[in-house]
């Protein structure tokens, strides 16, 4: 069964300052990673997917197969990337997306 | 396309008291998945339809909630009875099926007193 860990809930950063947030899978096949994002007042939308190797709003992800990881980055925080943000997994072969816990990062001014 | 619909927004409800959720999935969808968002457990999948059959309610936490989707346009989620510990937002999401992404609905507040 595949699982995604998101150790930490909250996570607070300066503007300015990088951010990187954590996400670790458990997965025994080839997994699609994503990281879903969640302004305050909006719905949950997707932010990035690993398949797709781009950057959004500064953002940036890599699947490190090798550590199982796929953490979520950007150099300089903003004060409008402050949001909850959920990694997820999407088993190959299968609809089924299974989502971490989630992280809310928050950028102080 | 006004995106995926939930409603209603909110619900507060006393314990016992039977809760409808309603959704309406972004046309040409065939996939539908019902979510349910707590702080301490995140966002846990309740169950999935693909082209309207149920694919997986593993996620169902138990025999009081239960959930149909009669046609390609419209689901229901019921709790019957409803518990306090069903307090939650509850996301109603759809895809293509093949497509990488889902698109979520504003979802439900549901507070049960």
């Known amino acids: 069964a595949q699982r995604v860990t998101q150790p930490e809930k909250l996570l607070s950063v300066f503007k300015g300052a990088p951010v990187e947030l954590k996400c670790n899978y458990s997965y025994s096949g080839s997994p699609e990673l994503f990281w879903y994002v969640q302004y305050s007042r909006q719905r949950l939308q997707l932010l990035l997917r690993h398949i797709s190797r781009e950057s959004i709003k500064g953002f940036t992800a890599d699947l490190n197969k090798g550590e199982t990881s796929f953490h979520l980055k950007k150099p300089f925080a903003q004060e409008e990337d402050s949001a909850m943000y959920y990694c997820?997994?999407?088993?190959?072969?299968?609809?089924?997306?299974?989502f971490g816990t989630g992280t809310k990062l928050q950028v102080i001014p | 396309d006004a995106g995926v619909i939930q409603s209603p927004r909110h619900e507060v409800t006393e314990m016992g008291q039977e809760v409808t959720l309603r959704c309406k999935p972004i046309s040409g969808h065939n996939s539908l998945f019902w979510y349910r968002q707590t702080m301490m457990r995140g966002l846990e999948l309740l169950i999935y339809f693909n082209n309207n059959v149920p694919i997986d309610d593993s996620g169902m936490p138990e025999d009081r909630f239960s959930a149909k989707m009669p046609n390609a346009s419209f689901s229901t989620l019921k709790i019957q009875p409803s518990e306090p510990r069903d307090s939650a937002v509850y996301f109603c999401?759809?895809?293509?099926?093949?497509?990488?992404?889902?698109?979520f609905g504003p979802g439900t507040r549901l507070t049960v007193l």
């Open positions: 997820a997994l999407k088993a190959g072969g299968y609809q089924k997306v299974t």
């Open positions: 999401a759809s895809d293509r099926g093949w497509s990488n992404e889902q698109f």
